[in-house]
């Protein structure tokens, strides 16, 4: 067996075995093994898969369900927040060379929830690190009663209390909250 890093970019769904039978999937995959592309979160818990791929008229069916637990940066205080994702998926990938440019052009309006693969199959990877991103929450809060920072003196005013004057309602306006979430999406 190799490193959990290669068994991730291994996993390739290959037209040609999917028509021969169906691939069951149960994986797990360690934090830092998924390249999700973002700095916005982090994964903190395994990301525990299980799916079934299967060949329908020349498409790539891929059912099933993931679930982990991410680390997230509240919206308002900046500290961290775990988020529970889960999600159900039944997704249909169509060949990309099979499609007319009418057909192309159509897609693009309908905004349909279409999706492609180019040449011999795809890296369940992929699949994976969109459905993870459609899970994720418009905005983390760590509660709901977050009182965020001072925009003034940039203090957590959920710990503290400042002598700062006014607290405006939306911390992203303060200037020193920005620079903090700056540096964090660096690090
Ligand atoms: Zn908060
Ligand atoms: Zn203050």
Same mark, same amino acid.
């Given at each position: 067996?190799?490193?959990?890093? *290669?068994?991730? $970019?291994?996993?390739?769904?290959?037209v040609k075995d999917l028509a021969v039978r =169906?691939?069951?999937? +149960? !994986?797990?995959? &360690?934090?830092?093994?998924?390249?999700? +592309?973002?700095?916005?979160?982090?994964?903190?818990?395994?990301l525990e898969v299980r799916a079934v791929a299967?060949?329908?008229?020349? *498409?790539?069916?891929?059912?099933?369900?993931? $679930?982990?637990?991410?680390?997230?940066?509240? @919206?308002?205080?900046?500290?961290?927040? $775990?988020?529970?994702?889960?999600?159900?998926?039944?997704?249909?990938? =169509?060949?990309?060379?099979?499609?007319? =440019?009418?057909?192309?052009? +159509?897609? !693009?309006?309908?905004?349909?929830?279409?999706?492609?693969?180019?040449?011999?199959?795809?890296?369940? &990877?992929?699949?994976l690190v969109e459905q993870v991103l459609l &899970?994720?929450?418009? !905005? @983390?809060?760590?509660?709901?009663?977050?009182?965020?920072?001072? #925009?003034?003196?940039?203090?957590?005013?959920?710990?503290?209390?400042?002598?700062?004057?006014?607290?405006? &309602?939306?911390?992203?306006?303060? #200037?020193? @909250?920005?620079? =903090? *979430?700056?540096?964090? !999406?660096?690090?």
């Open positions: 067996m190799g490193s959990p890093a *290669q068994a991730i $970019h291994t996993m390739f769904l290959d =169906k691939i069951r999937i +149960r !994986k797990s995959y &360690a934090p830092g093994t998924v390249d999700y +592309r973002t700095a916005d979160f982090r994964q903190a818990e395994p299967e060949l329908i008229e020349g *498409q790539i069916r891929v059912t099933g369900d993931l $679930h982990t637990r991410l680390e997230m940066v509240c @919206a308002r205080c900046l500290e961290t927040v $775990h988020e529970d994702i889960a999600r159900e998926f039944d997704l249909f990938y =169509k060949p990309v060379a099979y499609m007319s =440019k009418e057909e192309e052009d +159509r897609l !693009k309006l309908d905004d349909t929830e279409i999706a492609f693969f180019e040449g011999q199959g795809m890296f369940l &990877a992929d699949v &899970a994720l929450p418009m !905005k @983390a809060i760590c509660r709901s009663d977050c009182r965020g920072l001072c #925009p003034q003196c940039g203090v957590n005013l959920n710990n503290d209390e400042c002598r700062c004057e006014s607290h405006a &309602a939306d911390p992203r306006s303060a #200037p020193l @909250a920005r620079l =903090k *979430q700056d540096w964090f !999406k660096k690090q």
